[in-house]
C-alpha cells in the first residue's frame, strides 16, 4: 500500500464514518486499521508522523535518513498492524518499529551531517519524575536540552533518546546499540547524569 494515498470512502462500510475517524482515539484507528481500513491507518499516522520523525532525526543524526528510516517504518507498521496484541498502546509500538528502522539505517549507512533542528521541538514522552526533559517547558529549555543532547557521546544520546522518546526497555537499548544490558543502564545513567547537571539552570 502506498501510505501517502488516502483510499475511497466505503459508505457501507461498518463502524465510524472516515470524518469521525479524524477524533478517534489510537486504539480505535489502530483496530480499524488492523483490520483492513487504509483511512484509518492514514489518520493514525498523520496523528504521530511529526513524532516519529524528530524521534528518527534523533537517532539518525541526519533529516535525510529519518526520513527514510519512517517511510521503511510506516510500510511495516501496515503489514504488521494485524499482529498487535494491544490497539491501545499502538504509539509506543509504531516508536519501537521506527526505533529498529532508524538503527537499520545506521548499521548499513553513515548517516549524512544533515541535521535537522527543526524536526526534534515535539514533546518529549518521559517517565522519571526528575529527569531533566520534564524542565523544557519552554522554548528556551527545548533549545538548551537540545543542544546538551547533541554534546553527549553519540552512545549515550541514543540510550537516551531510546528510553525516554522511545520507551525502550534496557534490552531493546542494548541489542540495537550492540552492548550489554548492563553497558546499557550505564550508558543511560551518564546521559541523565550530565543532562540534569547541564539543566540546572532551568529548575
Same mark, same amino acid.
Given at each position: 500500500?502506498?501510505?501517502?494515498?488516502?483510499?475511497?470512502?466505503?459508505?457501507?462500510?461498518?463502524?465510524?464514518?472516515?470524518?469521525?475517524?479524524?477524533?478517534?482515539?489510537?486504539?480505535?484507528?489502530?483496530?480499524?486499521?488492523?483490520?483492513?481500513?487504509?483511512?484509518?491507518?492514514?489518520?493514525?499516522?498523520?496523528?504521530?508522523?511529526?513524532?516519529?520523525?524528530?524521534?528518527?532525526?534523533?537517532?539518525?543524526?541526519?533529516?535525510?535518513?529519518?526520513?527514510?528510516?519512517?517511510?521503511?517504518?510506516? &510500510?511495516?507498521?501496515?503489514?504488521?498492524?494485524?499482529?498487535?496484541?494491544?490497539?491501545?498502546?499502538?504509539?509506543?509500538?509504531?516508536?519501537? &518499529?521506527?526505533?529498529?528502522?532508524?538503527?537499520?539505517? =545506521?548499521?548499513?549507512?553513515?548517516? +549524512? +551531517?544533515?541535521?535537522?533542528?527543526?524536526?526534534?521541538?515535539?514533546?518529549?514522552?518521559? +517517565?522519571?519524575?526528575?529527569?531533566?526533559?520534564?524542565?523544557?517547558?519552554?522554548?528556551?529549555?527545548?533549545?538548551?536540552?537540545?543542544?546538551?543532547?547533541?554534546?553527549?557521546?553519540?552512545?549515550?544520546?541514543?540510550?537516551?533518546?531510546?528510553?525516554? &522518546?522511545?520507551?525502550?526497555?534496557?534490552?531493546? =537499548?542494548?541489542?540495537?546499540?550492540? &552492548?550489554?544490558?548492563?553497558?546499557?543502564?550505564?550508558?543511560?545513567?551518564?546521559?541523565?547524569?550530565?543532562?540534569?547537571?547541564?539543566?540546572?539552570?532551568?529548575?
Amino acid at each position: 500500500m502506498n501510505v501517502t494515498e488516502r483510499p475511497l470512502e466505503d459508505e457501507a462500510a461498518p463502524g465510524p464514518a472516515p470524518s469521525r475517524l479524524d477524533t478517534a482515539s489510537d486504539g480505535l484507528l489502530a483496530r480499524r486499521a488492523a483490520d483492513g481500513d487504509e483511512y484509518a491507518f492514514e489518520v493514525l499516522l498523520r496523528r504521530h508522523l511529526s513524532l516519529m520523525t524528530a524521534y528518527a532525526t534523533r537517532l539518525t543524526s541526519s533529516r535525510a535518513d529519518a526520513y527514510d528510516a519512517v517511510q521503511e517504518a510506516s &510500510i511495516a507498521i501496515w503489514r504488521e498492524l494485524p499482529t498487535l496484541t494491544t490497539p491501545d498502546a499502538v504509539r509506543g509500538w509504531m516508536m519501537r &518499529i521506527v526505533s529498529r528502522k532508524a538503527f537499520d539505517l =545506521i548499521r548499513s549507512r553513515k548517516p +549524512s +551531517s544533515d541535521i535537522d533542528d527543526e524536526a526534534v521541538a515535539a514533546v518529549l514522552p518521559v +517517565s522519571d519524575v526528575d529527569d531533566p526533559a520534564r524542565l523544557a517547558g519552554t522554548s528556551d529549555a527545548m533549545v538548551g536540552l537540545r543542544a546538551a543532547l547533541d554534546r553527549l557521546p553519540v552512545m549515550q544520546r541514543q540510550a537516551w533518546i531510546l528510553r525516554e &522518546i522511545g520507551g525502550e526497555s534496557y534490552a531493546r =537499548i542494548a541489542e540495537n546499540l550492540g &552492548i550489554t544490558t548492563t553497558a546499557a543502564r550505564g550508558q543511560l545513567a551518564r546521559a541523565r547524569e550530565t543532562l540534569t547537571r547541564e539543566m540546572e539552570a532551568w529548575r
